[in-house]
């Protein structure tokens, strides 16, 4: 018997990614608490995962298929140098953001940055912080049954849509419901969206009560 293909690539969904690494990037930049530290700079070592789908570029040779490391490590080495922070979790926090915003086809990063002179006073090969950030997808159930429906549907959606770290893929249409339970109300217009994020579950719903409040 044949087996049962799916019609087009693009149908199938991955549950792992494939992963390109760079390891131990030196970076000489300005981060650290004590103001030694900012003016006169020390090296740090980063090392990047970034998982993405490499397919498409084992099968063509083609770079544009897949993510350029040395455009990464670039972008990693001017990020760390343009920016100063106090403690390396702020850092990471904000290279591993940037990353994702930024580079086509990530979807996830774990990054470690280590600060191999940090002044602690004591004989030790290097301190670090490691970190993983990645797209989420989320789905959010959305209606109104006061004013005019319509138009408080469409602007959370553009709300949401344009919040920091999110990006709204698909929105279904929209139907109308009688109400249940308490009925001696209008009717409500209900859907749903797709919507992926770098947000939290928690940091999500706050951003999302914010945009119902308003």
């Not at 774990?110 to 990645?134: C, F, M, Q």
Request: with cysteine; aromatic share 8%; proline share 5%.
């Amino acid at each position: 018997r044949r087996p049962c293909l799916p019609e087009k690539r693009e149908t199938m969904t991955h549950t792992t990614y494939d992963k390109i690494k760079i390891q131990d990037l030196e970076v000489f930049a300005n981060h650290g608490v004590f103001p030694e530290e900012n003016t006169l700079g020390q090296k740090f070592l980063v090392s990047a995962v970034l998982y993405t789908d490499t397919r498409e570029a084992g099968l063509t040779d083609d770079l544009t298929s897949s993510i350029h490391y040395g455009e990464v490590s670039a972008f990693i080495d001017r990020f760390l140098k343009e920016h100063t922070f106090k403690l390396l979790e702020r850092a990471a926090e904000a290279l591993a953001e940037e990353l994702l915003l930024n580079t086509a086809g990530l979807e996830k990063v774990d990054l470690e940055i280590k600060k191999p002179w940090a002044p602690v006073g004591l004989p030790l090969k290097t301190v670090s912080v490691e970190i993983s950030r990645a797209w989420h997808t989320a789905y959010i159930a959305l209606g109104s049954n006061m004013g005019d429906r319509h138009k408080y549907i469409d602007d959370a959606i553009k709300a949401l849509d344009s919040a920091h770290g999110c990006s709204v893929s698909e929105v279904s249409p929209l139907i109308e419901t009688p109400p249940y339970g308490v009925t001696d109300q209008a009717d409500f217009l209900n859907g749903c969206l797709k919507l992926r994020t770098l947000l939290t579950p928690e940091e999500l719903l706050d951003e999302l009560h914010e945009i119902e409040l308003a």
